[in-house]
């Protein structure tokens, strides 16, 4: 066997001396987290108050961003009728339902690929024939022809209620929270009563 080294008494200092460090330094690196945690906390608690109010600007945002998508569907369909030229469009490969490319030729000769695609797509495939409206004085402006803003209608409308439908009941139970937590009640719960004094104490 081997016999142990009795440790010297200055290495025993040093020993003691490092774990002192180390636990100073554990110490001062949980209270640095300890600070950021409640300043974060802090800067975080108004919009937690907010929160009802929060969600309901999002289902808002999303809304209004829902309209605008057929305002500007039903502007370049007026912008389209009010020069509108037709033609025999191909739809072309590599197009997805959201960008659909088709090439047709216009009524002056020039063959034409919008780099937006074409409106309303929906049902064509690459390789199909598909008579199509553009605007003569900006041919980048093309839908399918027979198709208006209204397609898109359904589907927008359907997504508004469907972001309602998850937000609503969303900011509602916030709400009720908040109120029942800043309700009288629930703080009368906590907050004790002040001392009263006997009647004739201090007579």
């Known amino acids: ?67 605008l998508v057929l305002v500007g569907a039903a502007r370049n369909d007026a912008s389209i009728d009010a020069a ?21 030729t216009a009524a002056d000769g020039a063959v034409l690929t919008p780099e937006e695609g074409v409106f309303y797509p929906r049902g064509l495939e690459p390789g199909n024939l598909v008579l199509v409206e553009y605007d003569r004085n900006e041919p980048d402006l093309v839908r ?15 997504g508004i209620v469907a972001v309602w439908a998850v937000l609503g009941p969303g900011a509602y139970g916030l709400a009720r929270l908040r109120r029942r937590r ?7 719960s906590t907050t004790p009563a002040p001392a009263r004094e006997p009647i004739g104490a201090g007579a």
């Open 144 to 158: 399918v022809a027979g198709r208006t803003w209204s397609e898109g209608l359904v589907p927008v409308l359907f």
């Open 182 to 188: 800043g309700s009288p009640g629930s703080s009368a």
């Open 1 to 67: 066997m081997v016999p142990e080294v009795p440790l010297r008494p200055t290495t025993l200092g040093r020993v003691s001396a490092v774990g002192t460090v180390v636990r100073a330094r554990v110490d001062a690196l949980a209270r640095g987290a300890a600070l950021a945690a409640r300043a974060v906390g802090s800067a975080l608690a108004p919009l937690g108050r907010r929160a009802p109010e929060i969600v309901v600007s999002i289902g808002l945002v999303l809304s209004v961003l829902g309209a």
């Open 84 to 104: 509108r030229g037709s033609a025999v469009a191909e739809v072309l490969d590599g197009s997805t339902l959201p960008r659909t490319f088709v090439r047709f």
